[in-house]
């Protein structure tokens, strides 16, 4: 069981240092990240982009030591940056300033991309002080409203990466808005027919129930208050989101109100990719690394998820 983010960045700076990737990388935000991941012995950052500005933006904030690939428009920078990732040349990928479309893009070509043969789907991870450990989402970023076969790929995509971070049997929570199986509400449908799935053996290990409401998971009092037995209610491993408004807002009222820490990579591929924001703090970027290299160290034998 993974409790913070600290304790997540110890255990990458245990390993050896992986090779990130990252396209567009003149941003000071992203350098500052990518040298606290350097001093820490995560990365060996390798930068695309305009030589120059990152030249000059690396002495900016004492960034050394890094190889630079050289590129100047976006679609160029995340087509090297991809291809330094698939030849090996690089164990991470990650985003900078290109823009979302430009990097799936890149990501998604059926020739030169890191397709991994299943769906691609995000998962994002919250430090919540209030809760007592961290907390697993998907997927509240790729897609945008998942039917039940989608829907156990994003489960299994999870739990894979989960897996090997050093969780052999998740607690998962399918959230919908209450318990009941409700045709009108394909949701509770879908949940209910994972939860079966789950506990035939036919998805990869967990415990998982649904149709679940937020407070029954994470509030043991609700639940015995309902008169729900739950094994899972009050100490939730991962959500699983009935679609992408769900995962993003309940994602963003914890970085909002709770003042959440969060970090996010996208599964499914070949290789360990960091999606993120242009606005995350340096914080949250050695997050996302942090877990992204934990991934690669963890998944050298096969695929990313």
Known sequence: MLQSF?????????????RVCIA???????????????ERGIIDPVLVGDAD?????CAGVGLEGCRVLPCQTPAE????????????EADV???????????????????????????????AVYEVREYHKLIFCSDSGMNTAPGLEQKVGILNNALAAMRRLGFAKPKVAALTANEM?????????????????????????CVLEGP??????????????????????GDVDLILAPNIETGNALGKSWLTLNKAQWA???????????????????????????LACLLAREGERGPAA
């Open 53 to 57: 500005r990152l030249r000059a933006l």
């Open 93 to 123: 990928l990650m985003k900078g300033t290109i823009n979302t479309s430009d990097y799936l893009r890149a990501i998604l070509n059926r020739e030169r991309g890191l397709r991994g043969g299943s769906l691609l789907s995000a998962l």
């Open 264 to 290: 996010g990579v996208i599964l499914g591929t070949t290789h360990p990719v960091v999606l993120g924001s242009r606005s995350d703090t340096a914080q949250v970027k050695i997050n996302s690394i942090a």
């Open 77 to 88: 920078c995340a087509a090297v940056a991809v291809e330094a990732v698939r030849r090996g």
């Open 181 to 205: 199986v409700d045709p009108k509400v394909p949701a509770t449908v879908d949940t209910q027919a994972l939860a079966r799935m789950a506990a035939a053996g036919e998805t990869l290990p």
């Open 24 to 38: 567009a990388a003149e941003d000071a935000a992203i350098l500052a990240a990518a040298k606290m991941a350097q």
């Open 6 to 18: 600290s304790e997540l960045l110890q255990k990458a700076a245990a390993g050896p240092a992986y």
């Open 212 to 233: 679940i409401a937020f407070d029954v998971a994470f509030d043991r009092a609700a639940a015995e208050h309902k008169h729900i037995a739950s094994e899972i209610s």
